[in-house]
């Protein structure tokens, strides 16, 4: 498939959710579905890592994995993090998008009221939110404990009873299949990209008949 680049995204998909809400596993499935070329997942924590690696001296490698690594600094880091977007509430947002050409971008992590404001700021009619939620007991399944500090954060809870999502996905095993809740999200995205296929072959159209 030819890759399809453009100035700006025609669809920004900002997914949210509790950790071990099933977030990752929901854009993972939607771009293997529409492939890299298409669609591009952008994670607001990479570039906030990455930054607090920089500044602090530490392994960024651990600090991106599953491991104990990232959970001994995490509390740190959310602080470190917030003090950030104090001073620039679009620092990481900037730096996610840097780069990204792709017609469909996915946010898998957006944490606060302030991330879904820049994209609705900076992409008024491109941008349309999801909100991934599952009940504690199957979040607890999964893995996840309550931490002091992390779960209790804004990072966490700054978009509880935000009330404006576009979508809301149910990752529960006695909800609808996930494939079903997320057909429609799908279809959205692949209008997106036929619709900027087809601006691309015009515009080339256009400059084969070109006359200098």
């Known amino acids: 498939m030819m890759e399809v ?10 997914f949210s959710g ?11 499935w939607l771009q293997e579905r529409l492939g890299g070329d298409v669609c591009r997942i952008l ?4 570039p906030l890592k990455q930054q607090y690696a920089q500044e602090h001296g530490l392994d960024l490698d651990q600090l991106l994995g599953p491991g104990p690594y990232k959970e001994q600094y995490r509390a740190d880091m959310i602080r470190w993090g917030e003090s950030r977007r104090n001073q620039d509430p679009g620092f990481f947002c900037r730096l996610a998008t840097r780069g990204a050409r792709q017609p469909v971008w996915m946010v898998s992590d957006a944490r606060r009221l302030s991330d879904l404001q ?16 599952c009940s504690e ?3 607890k399944q999964r893995g996840w404990s309550f931490t002091t500090g992390v779960d209790d954060a804004e990072s966490e809870c700054d978009l509880d009873s935000h009330a ?24 959205l995205a692949e209008e997106a ?8 072959a015009a515009g080339r159209h256009s400059d084969d008949f070109h006359v200098t």
């Open 5 to 14: 680049q453009v100035s700006q995204p025609r669809l920004v998909l900002v």
């Open 18 to 28: 509790k950790r071990k809400s099933g977030k990752d596993y929901v854009t993972d």
């Open 43 to 46: 994670r607001l924590s990479g």
């Open 118 to 133: 820049w994209f609705r700021s900076e992409f008024p009619r491109q941008t349309q939110t999801v909100r991934v939620q």
């Open 137 to 139: 007991q199957t979040r």
């Open 164 to 187: 404006g999502f576009d979508w809301i996905v149910t990752n529960e095993a006695d909800a609808p299949s996930l494939q079903e809740q997320l057909q429609p999200i799908l279809k």
């Open 193 to 200: 990209y036929s619709s900027s296929s087809s601006s691309v």
